[in-house]
């Protein structure tokens, strides 16, 4: 099993090369589109959803966040 933990970039890698060399660079834009709004999700949730709901429970968001 540790040998394919080891050689699993690499393989990721080469699937990767071998789409970008089928379909060219434009294959990988939507994957680029993908994770933009996955971070920028997860941003909105970090910033602003996890801190109304604990005002709502009178929770301080400093104090969560420094112990988290």
Known sequence: LWWIIRLAP???AA???R???TYGWSSLASLG???AALYIGLIIVWAVVYPAILKFHGLGVR????NV
């Open 10 to 12: 690499i393989g990721t």
């Open 15 to 17: 699937l990767i090369g």
């Open 19 to 21: 789409a970008v060399a």
């Open 33 to 35: 589109t993908f994770v």
């Open 63 to 66: 104090e969560f966040y420094r």
